[in-house]
């Protein structure tokens, strides 16, 4: 089992920036990517972004390269999201999650943390 514990989430005005970590522990051999996802009111859960356990180059929803940043310091077992230049669509509950496997698709995540509410403000 995998254990993710995001913080990080909080108030935000538009156009400001947040930064979310998620620290994994349990058995992290078994994951070889994480990442995030994030589901607003009445929403599906989307894909943000992910980065594979290797420290190889990250992946994004098309409509958030640029604005948000992944990355990870794997001396913490910690993934890290950048986010900047947020606008009240961006307000969500945003998961951690972790893998066998990269992927954008929810169905393929094998963990998955509590999530923490980011809110943007106009």
């Known amino acids: 089992q995998v254990q993710l514990v995001e913080s990080g989430g909080g108030l935000v005005q538009a156009g400001g920036s947040l930064r979310l970590s998620c620290a994994a522990s349990?058995?992290?051999?078994?994951?070889?990517?994480m990442g995030w996802f994030r589901q607003a009111p009445g929403k599906e859960r989307e894909f943000v972004g992910s980065?594979?356990?290797?420290?190889?180059?990250?992946a994004y929803a098309g409509s958030l390269k640029g604005r948000f940043t992944i990355s990870r310091d794997n001396a913490k077992n910690t993934v890290y999201l950048q986010m900047t230049d947020l606008g009240p669509e961006d307000t969500a509950v945003y998961y951690c999650?972790?893998?066998?496997?990269?992927?954008?698709?929810?169905?393929?995540?094998?963990?998955w943390g509590q999530g923490t509410q980011v809110t943007v403000s106009s």
């Open positions: 999650s972790a893998g066998r496997t990269l992927s954008d698709s929810p169905s393929r995540v094998d963990y």
């Open positions: 349990g058995s992290i051999f078994s994951i070889n990517a």
């Open positions: 980065i594979p356990s290797s420290g190889g180059v990250a």
